[in-house]
């Protein structure tokens, strides 16, 4: 990634662009991640509200190396495969440890799903909170806007203590 300086209603400006080297390394890696996933029978379909952990290694050939400028690439060649997850906003990236090895640098990554649903700590929690959803006149076969938010991570001011205040019988 190159920055790119422009102007914008008289206010210099910077975005990122992908160069040459990086569309390159994307196809490549994309390729490579797909070989994986059928290797490891990595048999995932995926949805707009799973989260992921994606654990790294580093191994760096050179000591003045930053993880952290690794994830762009990496995050986005695993999105445009589509067999993962559907957008890298899904994504919990932890960097593990750094290493140099400057006769086989690479990366290492371990990507699994995360154990919370939304605000939910795990799926017995969920599970819980939906059972208490089913005998409310908004649940609507699950078409109930407050569970549905609480799925996708929103915090929500009709939600205390894991309990509905919406909840009408």
């Known amino acids: ?21 990086a569309k390159a390394y994307k196809k490549q890696f994309c390729k490579y991640v797909k070989e994986e996933i059928k290797k490891q029978k990595f048999n995932i379909v995926p949805n707009k509200t799973q989260h992921w952990y994606i654990d790294c290694v580093f191994y ?41 090895d400057n006769k086989n640098p690479h990366i290492e990554l371990t990507i699994y799903p995360v154990d919370y649903i939304g605000i939910f700590d795990n ?28 799925i996708e991570g929103r915090i929500q001011d009709d939600i205390v203590s894991f309990n509905c205040l919406k909840k009408k019988v």
């Open 1 to 21: 990634m190159k920055p790119r300086p422009f102007l914008a209603h008289g206010k210099a400006m910077v975005t990122m662009y992908e160069t040459a080297e």
């Open 123 to 150: 799926q017995e929690q969920l599970d819980k909170f939906k059972s208490n959803c089913i005998h409310c006149k908004k649940y609507k076969e699950g078409k109930c806007s407050v569970l549905n938010n609480a």
């Open 60 to 100: 760096f050939d050179r000591i003045d190396k930053d993880a952290n400028n690794y994830f762009k690439l990496l995050l986005d060649s695993i999105t445009e495969t589509q067999s993962i997850w559907l957008d890298d906003n899904t994504t919990c990236e932890r960097v593990n440890a750094i290493y140099y």
